[in-house]
């Protein structure tokens, strides 16, 4: 009989570990993290400026919008979009005359995730852009800086020291959100996780290997973001 592979030698690379699987699965999960965090920071940049600047009309929208992404569950509103989304996009391919797509896991984990971050940055850049003196963008205006200019040249630099505790925060979120994917059968590290422990019954094992890369994304995003925080407040007061 053939001896039972066990520790380290289940975390090995090759046909009888799973370090490969989960290697894969942490590269997935930061790769969604990255693209849906840039795409929440698109919408928010959007949505801030929309809310400070729109129309009434648009004003009203951006609130409903955020309002009902941060009342429902993360994981409900994952269900609702891919599911419900997936279904509604095929049905108007249909009423068009056109084949049903099968949404790719990967750009659909993006997508909600990045829509579900995008009401958070709005917040976070409105509540950051408020902050600034008025007396910079007033000056700006009378310098006869058009809107894009000045976001780009006054407003972007001055928020930042306001937004990047914010928005550390929300990296933390998304990278910790990847995990609820795994419920629409796209394998990222929880899945991974998952399935290994699942198929060699050592699930203390993977767990807590899983809950070491997790601490370490964590850590190492925290360093990162406080890094880049020191950098944009050179001149002002510390607030720890």
């Known amino acids: 009989m053939a001896n039972k592979v066990g520790f380290p030698e289940i975390l090995s690379f090759g046909p009888t ?37 729109g129309s009434a009309l648009t004003r009203n929208i951006l609130n409903g919008y955020t309002t009902l992404i941060r009342a429902v569950p993360e994981l409900i509103l994952i269900l609702i979009l891919y599911y419900a989304g997936t279904n509604a996009i095929n049905q108007m391919l249909t009423a068009l005359g056109m ?13 909600v995730l990045g829509l579900v971050q995008g009401a958070y940055s709005t917040e976070v850049l409105r509540a950051a852009i408020q902050a600034i003196p008025i007396g910079q963008i007033e000056a700006a205006r009378a310098y006869g800086m058009s809107p894009v200019l000045t976001f780009r040249r006054i407003t972007l630099p001055a928020l930042l020291p306001y937004a990047i505790p914010g928005l550390a925060n929300l990296w933390l979120i998304v990278t910790k959100g990847t995990a609820l994917i795994a419920v629409v059968g796209y394998t990222e590290l929880a899945l991974a996780t998952r399935q290994a422990a699942g198929n060699t019954k050592m699930y203390f094992t993977f767990y807590m290997v899983t809950f070491i890369l997790y601490l370490l994304i964590s850590l190492i995003s925290q360093k990162g973001f406080k890094l880049l925080e020191d950098k944009y407040r050179v001149g002002q007061k510390s607030l720890t």
Request: glycine content about 16%; hydrophobic content about 60%.
């Open 17 to 53: 570990g799973y370090g490969d699987e989960l290697a894969w699965g942490m590269m997935a999960t930061i790769n969604i993290a990255i693209l849906a965090y840039i795409l929440g920071l698109l919408i928010g940049i959007a949505g801030a400026m929309g809310k400070l600047t």
């Open 99 to 111: 084949p049903a797509v099968a949404i790719n896991g990967f750009v659909a984990a993006v997508c």
